[in-house]
């Protein structure tokens, strides 16, 4: 066991700094969960105005949201 846990430090640990490329999915799942957290309504202002999509989030479950929004909240917006 330690054995495994050594290779996976040796080969994990000098790649912690490379991040991957942000797509074009991740600041849309995260924008209803960063509204919620600012200003309290779950919504997505990327789509204001389209069928008041910026009072309502239809895109999730409610539960991943709401668990993104209490992160959001302990440890500040980001991808």
Known sequence: M????AAFLALCLPDLDTYPPVGED???IAAAPAKLA???VLG???FAGYYGM?????QHMPVYPLLQACVFELLGIGI
């Open 38 to 40: 600012t200003e309290g």
């Open 26 to 28: 991740e600041p849309w």
């Open 54 to 58: 910026e009072r309502h989030h239809l």
């Open 2 to 5: 330690a054995i495994a846990v």
């Open 44 to 46: 997505n202002d990327l």
